[in-house]
């Protein structure tokens, strides 16, 4: 490794394997998340609700031109682009000295869309699924990968029992969708008890783009192509902006603008 100090990746990520979602299926039938390989687009996540979330190929393909034809077909083939170190321990540390990378804090991939599901319950449990195979991944490394566990923000006792639980795994900290659920923003008081508790258990929470729980990610169109993924930060924005106005309200001091 380069001698240029500690480097820390904050937002790396993992690529779920399929084998991760065989306790759903066997738990919820059809209903549940799974693995699919579609013709145009190479493997993918079928959420089991009739939608589909991003194609595979498209974490696998970096140094490459996505617009070319060539990689767009090497991105149909989806988990066979796979380097070693993807899954293989051994291999992901030989990619971070290659790198010059001390360490990874590591977020997931293909369960960004789960986020948007009705269903709490599937949201749960496949959440759940995805800690423990997440923190099994990671304890093969715990100075050199952190993992980042997923949690629902619909149940919030159910929230704070799954932050308790993944802690003890070795998670630290916790994925939370960019765009709270439409129902309720996040500054309503229904998520006092959950940010509470985190910072009681002294959990960091990230809100990472394409994790909206509300329609499009937050975004007030359907955007597609190159300027959907370009504005990908706007739910973001506007769950900063929210929580910015409320505590102007709270404190009184939004009302009032400076004097020239």
């Given at each position: 490794?380069?001698?240029?100090?500690?480097?820390?990746?904050?937002?790396?990520?993992?690529?779920?394997?399929?084998?991760?979602?065989?306790?759903l299926?066997?738990?919820?039938?059809?209903?549940?998340?799974?693995?699919?390989?579609?013709?145009?687009?190479?493997?993918?996540?079928?959420?089991?609700?009739?939608t589909?979330?991003?194609?595979?190929?498209?974490?696998?393909?970096?140094?490459?031109?996505?617009?070319?034809?060539?990689?767009?077909?090497?991105?149909?083939?989806g988990?066979?682009?796979a380097?070693p170190?993807?899954?293989?321990?051994?291999?992901?540390?030989?990619?971070?000295?290659l790198?010059?990378?001390?360490?990874?804090v590591?977020?997931?991939?293909i369960?960004?869309?789960?986020?948007?599901?009705?269903?709490v319950?599937?949201?749960?449990?496949?959440?759940?699924c995805?800690?423990?195979?997440l923190?099994?991944?990671?304890?093969?490394?715990?100075?050199?990968l952190?993992?980042?566990?997923?949690?629902?923000?619909?149940?919030?006792?159910?929230?704070?029992?799954?932050?308790?639980r993944?802690?003890?795994?070795?998670?630290v900290?916790?994925?939370?969708?960019?765009?709270?659920?439409?129902?309720?923003?996040y500054?309503?008081?229904?998520?006092?008890k959950?940010?509470?508790?985190?910072?009681?258990?002294?959990?960091?929470?990230?809100?990472?783009?394409?994790?909206g729980?509300?329609?499009?990610?937050?975004?007030?169109?359907?955007?597609?192509?190159?300027l959907?993924?370009?504005l990908?930060?706007?739910?973001?924005?506007?769950?900063v902006?929210?929580?910015?106005?409320?505590?102007?309200?709270?404190?009184?001091?939004?009302?009032?603008?400076?004097?020239?």
């Amino acid at each position: 490794m380069a001698e240029a100090g500690i480097v820390v990746s904050a937002d790396s990520h993992v690529v779920e394997p399929p084998e991760m979602f065989t306790p759903l299926q066997k738990r919820f039938g059809e209903r549940a998340p799974k693995m699919v390989h579609n013709e145009e687009r190479g493997d993918m996540l079928d959420l089991g609700d009739g939608t589909f979330g991003r194609a595979i190929g498209g974490f696998l393909i970096a140094g490459h031109d996505v617009a070319s034809p060539e990689t767009r077909a090497m991105s149909r083939l989806g988990y066979k682009i796979a380097r070693p170190g993807l899954y293989d321990i051994k291999a992901r540390l030989e990619d971070q000295d290659l790198d010059g990378v001390s360490a990874e804090v590591l977020y997931p991939s293909i369960l960004f869309n789960v986020y948007q599901l009705e269903d709490v319950e599937i949201i749960k449990a496949t959440f759940a699924c995805y800690n423990d195979w997440l923190a099994d991944y990671a304890k093969e490394a715990p100075e050199r990968l952190y993992p980042l566990a997923c949690v629902q923000l619909h149940d919030i006792d159910a929230a704070i029992g799954e932050m308790e639980r993944v802690a003890k795994l070795g998670h630290v900290g916790l994925c939370i969708p960019a765009t709270a659920p439409a129902t309720k923003t996040y500054t309503d008081r229904f998520y006092d008890k959950f940010w509470a508790a985190a910072q009681d258990m002294d959990m960091p929470l990230t809100m990472h783009i394409f994790t909206g729980a509300s329609p499009r990610y937050g975004s007030p169109t359907n955007l597609q192509g190159n300027l959907g993924y370009t504005l990908a930060f706007v739910g973001v924005a506007v769950t900063v902006g929210d929580h910015c106005g409320s505590f102007s309200r709270r404190s009184g001091s939004g009302s009032e603008r400076p004097s020239a």
